[in-house]
């Protein structure tokens, strides 16, 4: 179907957000989960799903691109909250547009959701965090260039990852450290020199995702809590080469970890 061209990203998240309440008989959300590499297996700790759609069924999206990510939602009963849970993301890298890597974003916030738990695997580069540590985002550098927001709208990026939200998951787990997500747009890994570069600018992780999906939550009004999933060291940390199918068994060989976790911080947003 075309869209009159009046239409705007904005409008097509409200009619997603419509098509989603009817296929999952929930009239509104909670709470969103933005699942990235490594961990899709915790995903079953955070509660029954009472729903599962594929992304294609609903106006906007497109399917997943990368093994390991599938292209499905679930709604999910977790205690007194309905979660919507994402399996998988429109990553920057895809060529897609900034308003594809955030119509999930902005679908949820059309769906009712109040807070967004973003998370993502990345490189490290504390080589104290061994692949399989997660690590709570407590700023971020966006070196794509570019914003979800078109147009004069200011939106102020203080505390964008909610100090709330993070003392509270270091109450859950005192053990949980911070640090600066930086993403490179990708698809290739960083070289050692980049990566040195970002240690230079103040930044602790290295991804190609979350910090366009984050700007476009906290825009819509939704609290921000970001997760990284750390699967290897960073390029040049680490003298191993890195590779698509390690970030996946770092991410399986976490999930019991990251699903327990998940599943005690969720219910307290
Ligand atoms: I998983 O080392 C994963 N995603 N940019 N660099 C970047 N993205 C990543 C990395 C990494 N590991």
């Given at each position: 179907m075309t869209q009159p061209e009046t239409s705007t990203p904005y409008d097509h998240a409200n009619q997603a957000a419509a098509r989603l309440a009817e296929l999952t008989g929930i009239e509104r959300h909670d709470v969103a989960l933005v699942l990235g590499s490594g961990w899709l297996p915790a995903v079953d700790a955070l509660g029954e799903a009472t729903a599962e759609i594929a992304t294609t069924d609903l106006p906007g999206f497109s399917g997943a691109a990368v093994a390991g990510h599938s292209g499905k939602i679930r709604s999910v009963k977790a205690g007194d909250k309905q979660l919507l849970v994402f399996l998988s993301r429109t990553h920057y890298y895809e060529g897609k547009g900034v308003a594809a890597v955030v119509h999930g974003v902005r679908t949820a916030a059309a769906a009712g959701c109040r807070a967004i738990v973003l998370t993502n695997g990345c490189g490290g580069l504390k080589p104290t965090w061994t692949p399989g540590t997660p690590v709570l985002i407590s700023d971020h550098i966006n070196l794509t260039g570019r914003s979800p927001i078109e147009g004069a709208?200011?939106?102020?990026?203080?505390?964008l990852y909610s100090s709330r939200l993070r003392a509270m998951c270091r109450e859950v787990d005192p053990t949980l450290d911070e640090g600066v997500y930086v993403q490179f747009p990708g698809p290739h890994y960083e070289t050692p020199a980049e990566v040195r570069m970002a240690g230079i600018l103040g930044g602790h992780l290295v991804g190609m995702s979350t910090t366009l999906e984050a700007i476009a939550a906290r825009e819509a009004g939704m609290e921000v809590l970001g997760i990284s999933l750390v699967t290897n060291l960073a390029a040049g940390i680490s003298d191993q080469p890195l590779n698509h199918e390690e970030v996946l068994e770092a991410g399986r060989a976490a999930a019991s970890r990251m699903g327990d976790l998940l599943g005690r911080i969720v219910p307290r947003i």
């Open positions: 709208r200011f939106v102020d990026l203080t505390d």
